[in-house]
């Protein structure tokens, strides 16, 4: 997978959009919440990703766009080293939810944790209660 992300790898269909949120599941690293369904596209991508940062806590949008870029190359950053061995396609939206704006170092690392729990509850066998 290469270190990049170009308009085939952007989450950007409305109804995937709506079907993450109503029934997606997530994994959380604060201030980073990934949520995520598996899907299938018609193109050769494993996963089609989309960032988004709050307006409540960041008014200016000045403010929400550098973050929402801070993400993205984050995210175009590391997701070589956790997406190569993933074989279902999936969709992905990383939501930052804290309050102070971040740096580049503070995302990165937090993405990477957000990434190992991502690998480790989709790798995870899952028990059905009665």
């Known amino acids: 997978m290469v270190a990049s992300y170009s308009k085939k790898d952007k989450l950007k269909s ?3 959009i709506d079907q993450l949120f109503a029934t997606g599941k997530s994994v959380s690293a604060y201030p980073l919440r990934l ?3 598996p ?3 018609n193109d050769d991508v494993k996963a089609k990703t989309g960032v988004s940062v709050s307006k409540r806590y960041f008014k200016l949008a000045v403010d929400r766009n550098r973050i929402k870029r801070l993400l993205r190359e984050s995210y175009r950053i590391n997701k070589a080293a956790y997406f190569n061995n993933i074989t279902t396609q999936y969709a992905f939206m990383i939501l930052y939810i804290g309050k102070e704006k ?3 170092k503070q995302i990165e690392t937090q993405m990477n944790l957000l990434f190992e729990k991502f690998l480790k509850a989709v790798s995870e ?3 059905e209660k009665p």
């Open 125 to 127: 066998p899952k028990i």
């Open 14 to 16: 409305k109804i995937l």
């Open 102 to 104: 971040p740096t580049l």
């Open 39 to 41: 899907t299938t596209f």
């Open 35 to 37: 949520v995520y369904i």
